[in-house]
């Protein structure tokens, strides 16, 4: 679609030879359809300008002040009409979604605060579960998107799922409702525990709890229901940062020179994996690109992520420009990504990381150390956190990591590479303050 200007939304009277007041129509023209909404507002034809589209304000053509005044107010609710659309339009294409007058109505309603008919108040979900349902289903289908105006990302969705399943099971399990009057904070600490019980990790539980206070809150905006557990300070979700491995620089030169000439679903698995740990980009984008992902005569490989919408440029080293000229420029064909992180951790051992690795993580409650061989950790997450660990330990500005990996802070930046204290002060060793 074309770019979305103020002159493709127009204002227009829905009987403009009418003899009384008549109302004011927003229209939108796109891809040989209109989209036709009431303004809400009313105007007399000779008191509308129909070249500016807008309600006379001027004294020379209308005498009476006070119907100049009430021409003014009614202009600005359609400046507020015309931002609102603009804004919506703008939003949905930039998440890609395809364009629909219902698609449409629905974020406009959003954007204006306007409440929906009581016919259709009775059909929206009453439960708890069935709100879950309808939200999965409307982000799926881009009808719903998030405080971002991106689209949901599949995982992300999946997670509402998740927990929809989970509090059946709990309810199953406990006889506890869950429906919005049974949420009180003693019903999040009685869930936490039982799901503690069950022998999950803190991060799993952490997850559920955050898609949990989520929907909460999204369905109290939506006038749902005035339960306001989710305010409760204690009602928060749990994480703790988990032991992960990256792979040297050293490492990845010792994997890009393996022989794999005998085997060639590893070999298409280690090329996959190398493009993403020399790009940082995460599993859903490196395994997704395209020809005319690569620019400035191949130097250059750009990319709208998937997760966030944001627009990357990234260097291509020798490494990544010698597998795409390997497969004719197309990177090589993809997997799963469950499957990928089963041949990963295949192709890793077989290329020696053996080193052992000590991780720790809290799960059922307690807290459990274990000691791994560094293949056994590796995912296809492990490219990206590769490739932000390797330029910063370069000497790469922290300031141009983060431009490629998204990430908003240095302080989260920092904690999500993985150097050692060693390697730490090995790096600060070339600073001249220690010089």
């Not at 994997?255 to 005998?262: C, G």
Request: glycine fraction near 4%.
């Amino acid at each position: 679609m074309k770019t979305i200007t103020d002159k493709s939304i127009k204002f227009l009277l829905k009987d403009n030879k009418a003899d009384r007041p008549t109302l004011i129509y927003l229209v939108f023209r796109y891809d040989n359809k209109r989209f036709i909404s009431s303004t809400g507002q009313t105007i007399e034809p000779y008191q509308w300008d129909a070249q500016r589209q807008r309600a006379i304000v001027d004294a020379r053509l209308i005498k009476n002040k006070r119907e100049r005044e009430s021409n003014e107010t009614i202009n600005a609710h359609l400046e507020r009409h015309r931002s609102a659309l603009l804004k919506v339009l703008n939003s949905l294409q930039l998440a890609q979604v395809s364009l629909s007058n219902e698609v449409i109505m629905q974020h406009l309603d959003n954007a204006l605060g306007r409440k929906k008919k009581a016919s259709e108040e009775q059909a929206k979900p009453i439960t708890f579960l069935g709100y879950i349902d309808q939200f999965v289903e409307d982000a799926t289908s881009g009808k719903r998107l998030n405080s971002k105006s991106h689209r949901y990302a599949p995982i992300t969705i999946k997670g509402f799922s998740k927990l929809k399943r989970t509090l059946e099971r709990y309810n199953k399990a406990t006889a506890q409702g869950v429906n919005y009057d049974d949420f009180t904070i003693d019903y999040y600490h009685k869930l936490k525990a039982w799901l503690t019980d069950r022998g999950l990790t803190l991060n799993y539980i952490g997850a559920l709890l955050k898609e949990f206070k989520l929907l909460l809150k999204q369905s109290h905006y939506e006038g749902l229901h005035t339960n306001t557990v989710f305010q409760h300070r204690d009602f928060r979700r749990l994480v703790e940062e988990v032991d992960n491995v990256y792979l040297s620089s050293q490492e990845l030169a010792l994997l890009s020179k393996y022989d794999l000439a005998n085997n060639n679903r590893l070999d298409r698995i280690r090329d996959l994996f190398l493009i993403g740990c020399y790009t940082g980009l995460r599993f859903s984008d490196f395994s997704e690109l395209r020809p005319e992902n690569i620019t400035h005569n191949g130097q250059i490989l750009t990319r709208k992520t998937l997760k966030t919408g944001e627009r990357v440029s990234i260097p291509l080293n020798p490494v990544i420009l010698s597998i795409l000229k390997k497969y004719d420029g197309v990177p090589p064909r993809t997997i799963t990504n469950q499957r990928m992180n089963n041949y990963l951790k295949e192709l890793c051992q077989l290329a020696g990381f053996t080193e052992r690795v000590e991780v720790g993580r809290t799960k059922g409650g307690l807290r459990q150390t274990r000691v791994l061989e560094k293949w056994e950790l590796v995912t296809t997450h492990t490219a990206r956190r590769s490739f932000a660990t390797n330029a910063y330990l370069a000497g790469v500005p922290t300031v141009s990591i983060m431009k490629i990996t998204g990430h908003k802070s240095e302080s989260v930046f920092l904690k999500y590479i993985k150097i050692s204290s060693e390697q730490n002060a090995l790096l600060m060793l070339g600073h001249t303050h220690f010089q």
